[in-house]
Each structure stands twice: as structure tokens, then as C-alpha cells.
Nanobody
Framework: QVQLVESGGGLVQAGGSLRLSCAASGRTFSNYIMGWFRQAPGKEREFVACISGTGVVTSYADSVKGRFTISRDNTKNTVYLQMNSLKPEDTAVYYC?????????????????WGQGTQVTVSS
């Protein structure tokens, strides 16, 4: 069992930055692919970014490529999402997730554990 707790959300103006954190407890953190997803009001949850267990390989949704950076610190059992140049359309609840698959995962169904989410609101 893996427990995930997100933090770092909040209200920011367009063009601003936020860094989300996700602290994991439980089984060996480095064994998991870690991902970030988001869900805006009235919309389906969507993939944002994911990172390999070693942190070497990453993947991003086209909508955030060049603005968001995913990283992890396996010594702290934590994954981060640095979000720059934020836009109002980035407003959503952001979820951290862990996948035990041995390759990068972009589908919701590929993830085994989820956090409770943290709200990000970008004002125009």
C-alpha cells in the first residue's frame, strides 16, 4: 500500500508559478512510476506529466510541455511539479499518482494509487 499526500496548491495570477509536492509513504518509492493528473470542473481527469523511477525519463502532455517540469527526490520519497507561466486554463484539482508498471504511464487506469488532490486556481 502507498499513501500519497499532495501540497503546494493555491491561487496565483496568470503568468505566475507554483510548485506542487507529493509525499509518498509505504513501499519502495523508487519502484514506482509517478504521475501528475488534473481535473477541471465539468471535465474529465487528464494526464499532465510522469517520471520514471530513477527520474531520468519524463513525459508531458502537450498542453504543459515547456511550462511544467516534473522531478523526484527518492531520498525524500517526494515527487514535484514545477509549474511556470501558468494560464487560467491550468485551473484544476491536481492529483499525484503512483504506478507499479515498468514503463512510463499516461492512462488513469495504469495507476495504482492516488492522492486526495490539491486545488490550483489561476486568475486572469
Amino acid at each position: 500500500q502507498v499513501q500519497l499526500v499532495e501540497s503546494g496548491g493555491g491561487l496565483v495570477q496568470a503568468g505566475g508559478s507554483l510548485r506542487l509536492s507529493c509525499a509518498a509513504s509505504g513501499r519502495t518509492f523508487s519502484n514506482y512510476i509517478m504521475g501528475w493528473f488534473r481535473q477541471a470542473p465539468g471535465k474529465e481527469r487528464e494526464f499532465v506529466a510522469c517520471i520514471s523511477g530513477t527520474g531520468v525519463v519524463t513525459s508531458y502532455a502537450d498542453s504543459v510541455k515547456g511550462r511544467f517540469t516534473i522531478s523526484r527526490d527518492n531520498t525524500k520519497n517526494t515527487v514535484y511539479l514545477q509549474m511556470n507561466s501558468l494560464k487560467p486554463e491550468d485551473t484544476a484539482v491536481y492529483y499525484c499518482a503512483a504506478s507499479y508498471k515498468q514503463r512510463l504511464a499516461v492512462l488513469i487506469a495504469e495507476y495504482d494509487y492516488w492522492g486526495q488532490g490539491t486545488q490550483v486556481t489561476v486568475s486572469s
